[in-house]
């Protein structure tokens, strides 16, 4: 049998494949193609023959079916040391196949864009592309398979050498199979939300990677950072570094903690945040006023800390974030006067989100050993809910404005949760506590004299009064909570012996 080397290019993205195929040619490759790479190859003067004179049968089906054929399958799956292999080859006059060049129909791309139909997205599933990857991915010892126009260059640095050692066959095979199986995740996925199914017997969910991390939450521990690339809302991985040194594993952690909290409010807000749980939060009508009481509500907390904002930052809220340490600085943009500022620290990393994107309806996954929960994200607030004041006393309007800060931080805070808020600022803040009453402590000891006429929330009911007890001492004067334990009436009790209004709303926000 003549040693043909013969390649097979089959390429929906153009990108390099021009100079790739001229330099296969000078290497001594035939090469075969289909459609519109093969018009690409001859306009710019490539020698190609075409996938009909090769399988001996025209393409049919407007295209659909051109590449699922013996001559070419058998090609491609062919083992150059199986001698039965050969001979049958022989026996049949097909040519063995050396190397694929191929990829897919945009069907990520094309699902991405606006107005989309059904019938754009499902002409845009490639058949023949992913069958050819697969035969030669899984034939890797014996066919060089490339799927990514980044990796040209490499393999042909190889094949001017002689030829592509089996180890980097391997590893592009690895990158054939991730890529199909990922394709065909984003396919899965379009029907499922095409029929609606909220919780398929197999989830099927592909990320692609934005950058590797230095480690993990600790040195030890290796890490990377994956985006959902149909993702449509507001997120982190669609920011734009203006300064500072590369993000960690605990920097993203926290950034989305602090962003997922901003985007809860309309009002120009800040947010502080240390290790995911809000250490201060302040809302005025202005930028400068929200960031001082953000500021104001844990001066001690917030050093190291995270801060995002919902307003474009100006130069004097720039000049008072300068004045203390920060890790990360968050925002829908900031004027040139405040970069000025704020890039004078070589370290400190502003970050430029655009807040302006739809609010999805968001799922949330995490990892237990050998499994995932999957939910969706806690979206809830007060405007979904009936509110019911079960107290003698019902909230002033002053108290009203406080508990609804307090009830939007408590949803983003650890459980059992506490938060006491008064006059457009937290002033204590209990997280992550083994029982409420301790969260509560926490949150008073912060708090100091400002818990008088504060406003409380707390993420769950009260199973007993004693919750409530330590508040009147603090002099808290309106609280909110879920309500619906069993011992509802003894903290309502208690609220009225106290003069405390307490509002139920109904809707719990753990956070565990």
Not at 153 to 158: A, H, M, Q, R, T
Not at 260 to 281: Q, R, W, Y
Not at 420 to 426: E, F, G, I, L, P
Request: charge should be negative; aromatic fraction near 6%.
């Amino acid at each position: 049998m003549a040693q043909t080397k013969r390649a097979l290019l089959s390429v929906s993205n153009k990108e390099g494949i021009v100079e790739f195929a001229t330099q296969l040619t000078q290497l001594g490759y035939e090469l075969v193609s289909t459609g519109g790479t093969k018009r690409t190859l001859e306009e710019a003067g490539v020698k190609v023959t075409g996938i009909s004179d090769v399988t001996e049968f025209p393409e049919i089906l407007q295209g659909r079916v051109k590449t699922l054929h013996p001559h070419i399958h058998a090609g491609l799956l062919a083992q150059k040391t199986n001698q039965d292999h050969i001979q049958q080859l022989e026996e049949l006059g097909i040519t063995g196949i050396d190397l694929v060049v191929v990829n897919l129909y945009p069907f990520k791309e094309t699902i991405a864009k606006e107005g989309i139909t059904e019938v754009d997205a499902i002409e845009n599933i490639d058949i023949g592309g992913p069958t050819m990857l697969r035969a030669a991915a899984k034939n890797f010892e014996h066919v060089t398979v490339v799927v990514q126009p980044e990796t040209y260059s490499e393999v042909l640095s190889y094949l001017q050498e002689g030829d592509v050692p089996v180890s980097y066959k391997k590893q592009l095979a690895a990158k054939v199979f991730q890529h199909t199986a990922s394709y065909d995740a984003h396919i899965a996925n379009y029907f499922a939300d095409a029929i609606e199914e909220e919780a398929p017997a197999q989830l099927t969910k592909t990320y692609e990677k934005v950058q590797s991390l230095r480690y993990g939450e600790n040195p030890h521990q290796q890490a990377a950072f994956y985006q959902d690339p149909l993702y449509k809302g507001v997120s982190l991985a669609h920011a734009e570094q203006l300064n500072g040194k590369e993000l960690s594993f605990n920097n993203i952690q926290d950034a989305n903690a602090a962003l997922s909290m901003v985007l809860d409010f309309t009002e120009p807000a800040a947010i502080a945040v240390k290790h995911m749980n809000p250490c201060g939060v302040g809302v005025a009508d202005e930028l400068l006023g929200a960031y001082e009481r953000a500021y104001a509500a844990d001066p001690v907390s917030i050093f190291g800390g995270i801060v995002a904002v919902n307003r474009e930052v100006d130069e004097a809220t720039a000049a008072k974030m300068k004045e203390i340490f920060l890790e990360i600085i968050i925002a829908p943009s900031f004027s040139q006067e405040a970069l000025d500022v704020l890039t004078q620290k070589k370290n400190l990393r502003l970050l430029k989100v655009d807040m302006d994107k739809e609010k999805t309806s968001d799922q949330q996954l995490a990892t237990v050993r050998g499994g995932l929960l999957v939910q969706d994200v806690d979206q809830g607030t007060l405007d979904d809910v009936t509110t019911s004041v079960p107290t003698d006393r019902q909230p002033t309007e002053q108290e009203w404005e406080d508990l609804k800060l307090a009830w939007k931080v408590v949803k983003h805070v650890k459980s059992n949760a506490i938060v006491v808020a008064k006059r457009n600022q937290t002033v204590g803040v209990g997280a992550g506590q083994m029982n409420r009453v301790g969260a509560a402590k926490i949150a008073f000891e912060q708090a100091g004299d400002h818990s008088n006429g504060a406003a409380l929330a707390s993420d769950a009911f009260f199973p007993m009064p004693d919750t409530v007890e330590e508040a009147a001492k603090a002099g808290v004067t309106t609280i909110i909570q879920p309500g619906g334990s069993k011992r509802d009436q003894d903290s309502i009790d208690a609220c009225n012996q106290h003069s405390i209004a307490m509002v139920f709303t109904g809707m719990r926000h753990f956070k565990h």
